[in-house]
C-alpha cells in the first residue's frame, strides 16, 4: 500500500491513554519468577543468619538489602521489556478529502450503477468508454476491499439489474469483473430509473451506503432525469455521478446535478494503468468522504502507539544490572 505523509497532528486531539503489550505472555514470567525469587532470598537470609551465628555478629547494610530489591526488580524489568509494552493515546481525527484514504474510517456500503447502454462502446481515443469504465469500476472495488467497505454492482439499460452483491474480498471481486467483461451493451440508457433505484437501495441499507452511478451522459429512455436528481439531492443520501468521455448529451446531466449540489466528475481517456489507478484514487475518495460526511462520520477515533516506553524500561534494566553487579566488586 501507498504511504501517504499526512500532517494528521494538526488534527488530532487526546482524548484518553491506556497500555497494551504486544507479546503480553511474557507478562506470566512474573508471577513465575517472584516465587522462585521469594525463596531464594529466604534461604538466602536464613544461610545469612547461620554464618552470623558462627562468625559472630556481622553487620547488614542497606546497601545489601537494596541490591536484593534490585535484584529482584531485574528479572521483572526484563519480563516488562519483554512483553513489548507501548502507549495507546486514542485521538479524533477530522476527516477530510486529504486524509480519508489514510485514517481507517467506519464500514460503508458502495452501490455502483454501471450504464451498458450501447453508446458506452463508442470510442474515446483508443479506449472504448466502456473500457474506461471497467477499468475505474475494478479499481473502485479493490480500494473498497482493502479498506473494509462492501460494493454492490448493478448494470442498467432500460431497467437495472444487480450483477454482484455484497463484494468484499479480491476472489469474488476478480469474478464480478470478468462477469462485467462479458455483458452485452443493449440498447437504451434510462439514468433517472438508476437514480432511483440507487435512492431505493440507500434508504433500504442498514449501513452507510453511498451510490455511485457511472455512465456517458447519453439518456435515452426511462422516467426523467430531472425528477430524479431532485429525489436524490433533498434526500440526504451520498450519491456520486461519473461522467465517461465527452458526449455533449451529457452536458445536461452535468449541468443539472452541480446545479442541485450532487458531486459529478467527468472522466476522459485514461492512457495508462498510473492514470487509471490515480483518478479511481480520487474518485472512491469522494465517495468515501461523502459516505462520512451524511452519516456524520467525520470525526473518528483511533489508536496512535508510542513504543518509546520499552526505551525507558531498557535504560532502567541496564541501571539495576550496574547497580547489582557493584555489591561484587
Known amino acids: 500500500m501507498r504511504v501517504r505523509v499526512v500532517a494528521l497532528a494538526t ?33 538466602s537470609s536464613k544461610r545469612f543468619k547461620i554464618l552470623s551465628l558462627r562468625l559472630g555478629s556481622i553487620s547488614r547494610s542497606r546497601f545489601i538489602v537494596i541490591t536484593a530489591i534490585v535484584k529482584i526488580l531485574i528479572p521483572i524489568l ?12 486514542y485521538t479524533t481525527v477530522n476527516v477530510t478529502m486529504d486524509n480519508v484514504l489514510d485514517v481507517n474510517t467506519t464500514s460503508a456500503r458502495i452501490a455502483i450503477l454501471l450504464d451498458i ?14 473500457s474506461t469504465a471497467l477499468g475505474i469500476v475494478e479499481k473502485i472495488v ?9 460494493v454492490d454492482i448493478h448494470i442498467f439499460s432500460d431497467t ?3 450483477l454482484c452483491l455484497g463484494i468484499n474480498n479480491e476472489s ?6 470478468e462477469r462485467l467483461r462479458g455483458v452485452d451493451l443493449e440498447r437504451f440508457s434510462a439514468i433517472g430509473d438508476a437514480l432511483m433505484f440507487g435512492y431505493s437501495v440507500a434508504k433500504a441499507s442498514a449501513i ?7 455512465t456517458d451522459g447519453a439518456i435515452n429512455y426511462g422516467s426523467p432525469v430531472e425528477d430524479a436528481v431532485n429525489t436524490v439531492a433533498n434526500s440526504g443520501i451520498a450519491v456520486v455521478i461519473i461522467i465517461i468521455g465527452n458526449d455533449p448529451r451529457s452536458l445536461d446531466l452535468e449541468k443539472l446535478c452541480r446545479d442541485r449540489g450532487l458531486p459529478v466528475f467527468r472522466v476522459g481517456y485514461l492512457g495508462d494503468e498510473e492514470a487509471v489507478k490515480y483518478v479511481s484514487e480520487r474518485l472512491y475518495a469522494k465517495t468515501k468522504f461523502e459516505v462520512l460526511k451524511v452519516s456524520g462520520n467525520l470525526n473518528i477515533v483511533i489508536p496512535v502507539k508510542d513504543y518509546t516506553i520499552q526505551l525507558y524500561l531498557l535504560i532502567t534494566m541496564v541501571s539495576l544490572i550496574v547497580v547489582s553487579m557493584v555489591e561484587g566488586i
Do not use: H, W
Open 11 to 43: 488534527l488530532l486531539q487526546n482524548q484518553m491513554i491506556s497500555i497494551g503489550f504486544d507479546n503480553p505472555y511474557m507478562l506470566l514470567l512474573i508471577p513465575v519468577t517472584l516465587p522462585i525469587l521469594a525463596v531464594l532470598f529466604l534461604k
Open 78 to 89: 526484563i519480563a516488562l521489556t519483554a512483553s513489548q509494552p507501548y502507549i495507546v493515546s
Open 117 to 130: 447502454s450501447r453508446s458506452m462502446g463508442y470510442s474515446e481515443l483508443s479506449s472504448t468508454r466502456f
Open 142 to 150: 479493490g480500494l473498497a476491499i482493502e479498506r473494509k467497505d462492501i
Open 160 to 162: 437495472v439489474k444487480p
Open 172 to 177: 469474488y471481486a476478480r469474478e464480478c469483473i
Open 208 to 214: 452507510p451506503i453511498a451510490v455511485v452511478v457511472v
